[in-house]
C-alpha cells in the first residue's frame, strides 16, 4: 500500500496484561521503524528493521518489549507484562534505500495503548 | 548519543505573520534534518529536510536553514494560515532515511486568524 498501515488504532490493557501491536510497511519499503510518543511529546526511538532483520535495537527496552518482521506479514510490536509507564502512542515508519539513495520515513497514524 | 534541543515550545503568531522554530544539535557526525508537522491524532509527517552538504532549502512558504559549524537549524514559515496550527518537531539523523532519527521535544505553533 501507499502508506504505513498500523492496528489496533487504541488499546486498552490491564496491568500485566499483554499488548501486541501491528504494522504494514509501505509497499517496497525495506526499512521499518517503531518509536513511542509519550504524553509530553516526546519520541524515543525503540528498534528498526531491514526486512526481517533488526537493524538498529539501541531504544528496545531489554525486557518486555520484543519485535518481528517476518516475511509476508505485518510488523508486529509486542509488550509482555504491561506496566502503566507504557501508555504512549507508538507509530511505526518505513522508508526505503535502494542504489545509494533513501527515502524519506513515512510515519503510519500510531497505536494509542492505555494500561490501567 | 545525539540530542536535539528545539524552542521555543509554544509560539503564536497572527495570520499572516513569520513563524520560526530554531533547534541545536548535539553529534556531529549527523547530516540528514527532517522537519515534521504533527496534527491531533495524527502521526508526523514529513514537511522539509535538508542534507549537510547544503546551508538553506525552500518549499514554497516554508524554508530550513543549516549552520553546520555552529550545530544550528532553524525552520522559518512565511504568511502563516490557521492550518498551519500544529506541533512541529526538528530531528537529526546520520545519512538519511534509513537511519533512526532523533527528535527535539516540538512547538506547538498556533496561528491566530
Known amino acids: 500500500g501507499e502508506e504505513v498501515a498500523q492496528t489496533p488504532k487504541h488499546l486498552v490493557r490491564g496491568e500485566g496484561q499483554k499488548a501486541k501491536l501491528y504494522c504494514a510497511p509501505i509497499k517496497g519499503h525495506s526499512y521499518v521503524f517503531w518509536y513511542q510518543q509519550v504524553l509530553k511529546n516526546e519520541f524515543k526511538f525503540l528498534i528498526s528493521f531491514q526486512n526481517e532483520n533488526v537493524f538498529d535495537e539501541t531504544g528496545m527496552p531489554k525486557e518486555r518489549f520484543s519485535a518481528k518482521c517476518l516475511p509476508n506479514s505485518p510488523c508486529s510490536l509486542e509488550i509482555q507484562a504491561t506496566k502503566l509507564e507504557d501508555s504512549a502512542v507508538y507509530f511505526c515508519?518505513?522508508?526505503?534505500?535502494?542504489?545509494?539513495?533513501?527515502?524519506?520515513?513515512?510515519f503510519g497514524q500510531g497505536t494509542r495503548l492505555t494500561v490501567v | 548519543g545525539e540530542n536535539v534541543e528545539q524552542h521555543p515550545s509554544t509560539l503564536s503568531v497572527q495570520e499572516g505573520d513569520s513563524a520560526v522554530i530554531k533547534c541545536t544539535y548535539s553529534d556531529s557526525a549527523s547530516n540528514y534534518f527532517p522537519w515534521y508537522k504533527q496534527e491531533l491524532g495524527k502521526g508526523p509527517q514529513l514537511i522539509i529536510d535538508?542534507?549537510?552538504?547544503?546551508g538553506e532549502k525552500k518549499d514554497q512558504r516554508i524554508a530550513v536553514t543549516l549552520n553546520k559549524t555552529a550545530k544550528h537549524f532553524s525552520l522559518h514559515i512565511t504568511e502563516t494560515q490557521p492550518e498551519d496550527s500544529a506541533v512541529y518537531f526538528c530531528a537529526a539523523s546520520k545519512t538519511g532515511g534509513y537511519q533512526k532519527v532523533t527528535f527535539g521535544i516540538g512547538t506547538k505553533l498556533q496561528v491566530i486568524p
Open positions: 535538508i542534507r549537510s552538504n547544503v
Open positions: 515508519a518505513s522508508s526505503q534505500w535502494h542504489g545509494g539513495r533513501d527515502t524519506e520515513a513515512f
